[in-house]
């Protein structure tokens, strides 16, 4: 690990780990993109097949998502019966690219996730992702993107 212009060190790799508590839902924001950034996502086949990949795999439950052409932005929550985070994201890769049967279509090896903290914090970031298609002028309205949706809905207590 270098600490060249910082006193901090550098990682080569992302940090990951899901602390969860008690008095609050465990919900991850995560963004997964495909490996180096080839755009092929952005179509009703591929949206079908991640819900129904993401429907299989319901250690996580995946709440609201958006599919852009080269990375998708979802929320997850955690189940009574959860497997770790890390072995469920390899899983439902590992089932999509089976499913897929594509050899140029791959999702990069790691991901970004961090935990949602409140229910403000959840809204905000969803706003946010949900305006990517109109920052990227594929669309003019964001709710005009057909590659989004929600498979369980999250209830904050």
């Known amino acids: 690990m270098s600490t060249q212009g910082s006193s901090f060190p550098q990682r080569k790799r992302l940090a990951h ?56 932005h979802f929320f997850v929550a955690a189940t009574s019966d959860t497997i770790n985070y890390e072995n469920w994201c390899r899983y439902w890769k590992s089932l999509f690219t089976k499913r897929h049967r594509e050899p140029l279509h791959r999702w990069q090896e790691s991901h970004w996730d961090t935990r949602m903290r409140s229910q403000r914090q959840y809204e905000d970031k969803w706003e946010y992702v949900r305006c990517n298609p109109v920052r990227a002028g594929l669309v003019a309205h964001a709710e005009d993107w057909p590659y989004q949706g929600t498979l369980f809905p999250f209830v904050w207590d």
Do not use: K
């Open 17 to 72: 780990g899901v602390l969860s508590n008690d008095w609050q839902p465990t919900i991850l924001f995560d963004t997964v993109c495909t490996r180096n950034r080839h755009s092929w996502l952005a179509n009703d086949t591929m949206h079908q097949l991640l819900r129904e990949v993401w429907s299989e795999s319901s250690l996580w439950q995946v709440g609201r998502y958006i599919l852009m052409p080269d990375h998708i």
